[in-house]
């Protein structure tokens, strides 16, 4: 029977910035997001059943419909009625590698793979733009993880305009194993405490997406110049997520003691990264703070930027 095994990066944001709120009850974004070298591994096959089946390594990952790999499925056999009932069923295999509720768009990924993975298994044709307009249903994310690379990211999270790939860049990503960020808390958080700043005019919030369209840090990328990219990272989340979770910020403050070339939060944290300019550093600066904090609770991994978002891979 026929499988797919296909590579899913998770993402950081280089600049997250909550910029209005949305009539859906969401917010308003401008994020440059990026794509890197660590990933999970989804195989995907027809069952021969009927129902999806999920598989994961992981004690962490729910095995039911709320896993967004799940989800994604079953938005596939909603959307291509026939093609299912055709091909029955399908078993998903995920390989986690990503920390789990880290803001690295752990699940998003998993169910970029599986819209990907199902339009081969099925030979269904779409197109990427056609997949991320059906992975938007499932998560913001999705549709920048179905193509990933370096983008800009506006809308809630779901309007995606590559950027120019960034080359040779070294990326520490760092978590503490026990602590996990809502992403709905953060968020909610920022609305109660920002919410006076927010930007109401559509054509002001069309304004500053376009600041940072043609800003420093898309010039320093599209330049591959990667001391102001460091010097440039940005997330609005760090004034909620920081105070409240004081050991993340004294990670951040741990790594930018260490010369990187910027350290800030991913996403709604709690995971952190610092962008190095070889894997030598990225080797050193892991063994230093990790002896400096000298917590066994503390991961850290070295990766690096990745220009492409969902890939086939040999089984
Ligand atoms: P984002 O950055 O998009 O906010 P995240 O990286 O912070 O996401 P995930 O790893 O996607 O967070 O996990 C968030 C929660 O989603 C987990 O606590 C888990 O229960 C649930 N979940 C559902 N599907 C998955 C999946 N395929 N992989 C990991 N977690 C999943």
């Not at 069952?47 to 039911?64: K, M």
């Not at 970029?112 to 993975?117: E, F």
């Not at 760092?174 to 808390?185: D, F, H, R």
Request: net charge negative; hydrophobic share 40%; glycine share 8%.
């Amino acid at each position: 029977m026929q499988s797919y095994c296909l590579f899913a990066p998770a993402k950081i944001n280089l600049h997250l910035e909550i910029i209005g709120d949305r009539p859906d009850g969401y917010h308003e974004l401008v994020m440059i997001m990026q794509s890197v070298s660590l990933g999970d591994i989804i195989r995907i096959r027809a069952n021969g059943r009927e129902e999806i089946r999920l598989f994961c390594n992981h004690p962490q990952v729910p095995l039911d419909d709320t896993n967004l790999a799940y989800k994604a499925a079953r938005k596939m056999q909603q959307e291509y009625p026939n093609a299912s009932s055709r091909e029955g069923g399908i078993d998903i295999t995920i390989e986690k590698n990503i920390p789990v509720a880290a803001g690295l768009a752990g699940g998003s990924t998993d169910a970029a793979a599986v819209l990907v993975g199902v339009n081969l298994l099925w030979k269904l044709g779409l197109t990427v733009p056609e997949l991320q307009q059906i992975g938007a249903t499932l998560g913001s994310d999705v549709p920048f993880c179905i193509s990933g690379g370096t983008a800009l990211a506006t809308g809630r999270g779901e309007k995606i305009e590559p950027l120019p790939d960034l080359q040779n860049l070294w990326v520490v990503l760092a978590k503490y194993e026990s602590l996990s960020v809502s992403t709905p808390w953060a968020y909610k958080t920022y609305r109660e405490r920002y919410s006076h700043q927010y930007l109401s005019n559509p054509e002001d919030i069309q304004r500053r997406a376009h600041q940072i369209h043609s800003g420093d840090l898309v010039k320093a990328i599209s330049q591959n110049n990667a001391r102001q990219i460091g010097a440039l990272l940005y997330n609005d989340l760090e004034k909620v997520v920081l105070p409240a979770y004081p050991a993340v910020a004294e990670l951040i403050e741990a790594f930018k003691r260490k010369n990187v070339l910027g350290c800030i939060m991913s996403g709604s944290g709690p995971t952190v990264f610092a962008l190095c300019e070889s894997q030598s550093q990225g080797e050193e600066v892991i063994s230093q703070v990790t002896a400096e904090i000298d917590n066994p609770d503390l991961h850290c991994w070295l990766t690096q930027v990745c220009p492409h978002g969902i890939m086939t891979v040999e089984n």
